[in-house]
């Protein structure tokens, strides 16, 4: 989920999917970079990308979060 979005913010929008589904493990991804800025949106966020975003660790993260078969 991009964390800067038109009309609502992604972490608006990530407290309100986790309020309704909290195993629902979500993705950020952002411009921000900095260790500071990042630190803002721990807690709700269950991982985080900084753009550009590399598709191989785009992948690697969604891995992570799918169950093993």
């Not at 979500?26 to 975003?53: M, N, V, W």
């Amino acid at each position: 989920m991009d964390i800067k979005m038109p009309i609502i913010d992604g972490h608006t929008v990530a407290k309100i999917i986790k309020e309704l589904k909290p195993e629902m493990p979500i993705i950020a991804q952002s411009a921000y970079a900095l260790e500071h800025e990042r630190a803002k949106y721990e807690g709700i966020f269950d991982d985080y990308l900084t753009k550009p975003i590399k598709e191989e660790l785009l992948i690697e993260k969604i891995k992570k979060y799918l169950p093993n078969e």
